[in-house]
């Protein structure tokens, strides 16, 4: 790509340099993960200061465009998916709504005895069997978040449902079982166990959160599990202020 500045323009350099680097963002090989070149190399070819380059690659990694890694380069950022703790619902539905198409990498089902947790959520004795559902998701075939889903007792899933479903569409469909509330807990953590799923390394941090489901009733439903990778996923949250 030729980069050329325009210096007898009345437009600011910075905004030149913006515009230049938003087109060679967009080549396929730095979309593909190519370094940009150094700022002092653009700075010689665009005839600028490593100042002026500097001030155009700063808003572009505000935007969430390029991601700088001191003492290694600058590069497009990987998009990042997002969710709203606002609207919650099965992550399927919620990535569809956002014209993401995610697919199961890896899906089991089986069943285990509740632990102190699940049996005080559920309200059951400890050791109670109860079904839990292990889902794996991707985009484009690259793990993005790991799912447990532990169910109270009255619910059974078995392996000729379409665990492929959206599983709250699941649930209201086979159980009459409409969820409504979750009470949400987010920390951070290393991978560690789920690294290998998640395919990063078990030092890389990951988002994890734990939900707790009610239906109407305000029964227990679901006790679920999440291991975000926290390079590809944010949670974003919207508060308001009493008028």
């Known amino acids: 790509m030729n980069l050329k500045i325009d210096h007898k323009s009345k437009m600011p350099l910075h905004i030149q340099v913006e515009e230049l680097l938003r087109e060679l963002i967009s080549q396929p090989a730095y979309q593909n993960g190519s370094f940009l070149p150094k700022e002092?190399?653009?700075?010689?070819?665009?005839?600028?200061?490593?100042?002026?380059?500097?001030?155009a690659t700063n808003k572009l990694e505000y935007e969430g465009l390029l991601a700088r890694k001191k003492g290694v380069g600058t590069k497009v950022a990987q998009r990042q998916l997002s969710t709203s703790l606002q609207d919650w619902q099965s992550f399927t539905k919620e990535m569809s709504k956002r014209g993401i198409a995610t697919s199961n990498l890896l899906l089991t089902l089986e069943k285990v005895q509740a632990d102190e947790k699940m049996a005080g959520f559920f309200n059951i004795p400890v050791n109670t069997p109860v079904c839990k559902l292990s889902k794996l998701k991707g985009v484009e075939g690259e793990p993005i978040v790991y799912f447990e889903s532990y169910f109270h007792p009255r619910i059974i899933l078995t392996e000729s449902d379409d665990l492929n479903r959206p599983l709250y569409q699941l649930?209201?469909?086979k159980f009459d079982i409409i969820v409504v509330r979750s009470s949400e807990h987010i920390s951070a953590l290393m991978a560690g166990s789920v690294a290998k799923k998640l395919q990063v390394d078990p030092?890389?941090?990951?988002?994890?959160?734990?939900?707790?489901?009610?239906?109407?009733?305000?029964?227990?439903?679901?006790?679920?599990?999440?291991?975000?990778r926290s390079d590809k996923f944010t949670y974003s949250i919207e508060i308001r202020s009493e008028p």
């Open 171 to 173: 649930l209201s469909e």
């Open 203 to 228: 030092k890389d941090p990951v988002l994890f959160r734990e939900r707790f489901v009610y239906d109407p009733g305000d029964r227990p439903v679901e006790y679920n599990i999440g291991y975000y």
């Open 40 to 55: 002092v190399e653009l700075a010689n070819r665009l005839g600028v200061s490593r100042n002026t380059i500097r001030q």
